[in-house]
């Protein structure tokens, strides 16, 4: 049976991907996941036991990750590596374990799928293009060079660079994805939709950077997974793609978008310190993906999408509860 090895496959995305596979192939899956505060356990309770072994273990050890991509000798095995360290405002505060897991992480795996000839798809971020002006009709393409503003964007770019540096120099087969900023089910509450809408839940008002003016482009965590799967099974050897589904709002627009979903006023917000170097805008132009894989998002209205966020952590307190305050009393010692 084909195997493919998920790094990060407790965490939000990567969890979501496992049961994408599970889904849509009849791959084994084996999560490598080090269970940091970031990943759920609970985000893959309900998978069949005989598909999806967990590996509990840091993909910047050598020896757990060579001996499991040694096990994927099959024509078909592959490794999607999404395992990262994956916050900005915690790049701030300790940089370090960003290098690490990031940068030495990828490295490690490379390191192994070299040495056993095993296909490769590493996940990246749009942030590494650094940032664009709000009124800029331009968005992110394959080409755009690398700018990246924060730590945590830094090392993104530093992994992406050793991955073609591989692809180039020792043949790995290796493809890479840059995607926007994802929402959905799963979620960590430091992250700025699930922050908003379970302070909203608990009748607290959202804590917006600076004036609320930067853009993001959302895309439903669902569609990032079917187009990793594309890319994986039809993408090009070498190639990057960049991930996006036209979803640019503001971050007001996306609180606003909240508090109307729960009957609040759209007033009811505090406007907290800025995040140091904070990226004003990202845009993701995804044509390559649409005309050479045929990709289409199935979640292409964000507010339908938001709706039913708001929707799933309305009903999964009991997950997100425990983590909330810690979350809260951080940021509140930063002045956000
Ligand atoms: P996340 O923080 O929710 O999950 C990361 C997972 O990686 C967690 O389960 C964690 O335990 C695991 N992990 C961390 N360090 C590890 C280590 N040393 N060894 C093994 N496992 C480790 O992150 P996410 O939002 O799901 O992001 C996943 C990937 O997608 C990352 O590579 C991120 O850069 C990329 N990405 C995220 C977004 C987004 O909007 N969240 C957008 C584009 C790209
Ligand atoms: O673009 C892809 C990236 O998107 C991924 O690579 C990262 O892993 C992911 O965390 C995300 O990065 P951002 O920094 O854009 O996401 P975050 O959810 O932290 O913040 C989104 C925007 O909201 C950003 O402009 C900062 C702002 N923000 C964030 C928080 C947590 C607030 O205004 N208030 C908040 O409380």
Not at 183 to 201: A, D, S
Not at 242 to 268: M, P, W
């Amino acid at each position: 049976m084909r195997q493919i090895l998920v790094t990060g496959g407790a965490g939000f995305i990567g969890s979501n991907f496992v049961h994408h596979l599970l889904q849509h192939t009849d791959a084994s899956v084996i999560v490598l996941d080090k269970l940091t505060y970031a990943a759920s356990r609970a985000a893959l309770e309900e998978v069949p036991a005989d598909r999806v072994r967990l590996v509990v273990g840091d993909v910047a050890e050598e020896a757990v990750v060579q001996g499991l991509v040694a096990g994927l000798t099959g024509p078909d095995d592959a490794v999607v590596h999404f395992a990262a360290e994956s916050h900005n405002d915690n790049s701030l505060r300790d940089p370090s374990p960003f290098v690490t897991t990031n940068i030495v992480g990828t490295f490690v795996l490379l390191e192994a799928v070299r040495r056993h000839d095993v296909r490769l798809h590493h996940i990246s971020t749009d942030e590494v293009y650094g940032d664009l002006e709000l009124d800029d009709p331009a968005k992110f393409t394959e080409s755009t060079a690398y700018r990246p503003s924060s730590p945590y964007s830094a090392t993104k770019a530093g992994a992406d660079h050793l991955v073609r540096a591989w692809q180039r120099s020792f043949g790995v087969r290796a493809t890479i994805s840059n995607c926007s900023n994802n929402y959905g089910p799963w979620q960590h509450v430091e992250k700025f939709i699930p922050r908003q809408i379970t302070n909203v839940l608990r009748g607290d008002r959202p804590k917006v950077y600076g004036a609320g003016a930067n853009v993001r482009d959302w895309i439903h965590t669902g569609d990032h997974s079917s187009a990793v799967l594309a890319i994986l099974e039809h993408g090009t050897i070498g190639a990057t793609y960049l991930i996006g589904a036209d979803g640019e709002r503001s971050n007001l627009e996306v609180v606003r978008a909240i508090l109307r979903l729960r009957d609040r006023s759209e007033d009811e917000i505090d406007f907290v310190t800025d995040r140091a170097g904070h990226d004003l805008r990202y845009a993701i132009d995804a044509t390559r993906l649409r005309t050479e894989l045929g990709w289409e998002p199935a979640y292409p209205d964000f507010d339908a999408g938001l709706a039913d966020t708001v929707r799933w952590y309305a009903e999964h307190e009991g997950w997100w509860g425990p983590a909330k305050d810690g979350v809260e009393s951080a940021y509140a010692a930063r002045g956000q």
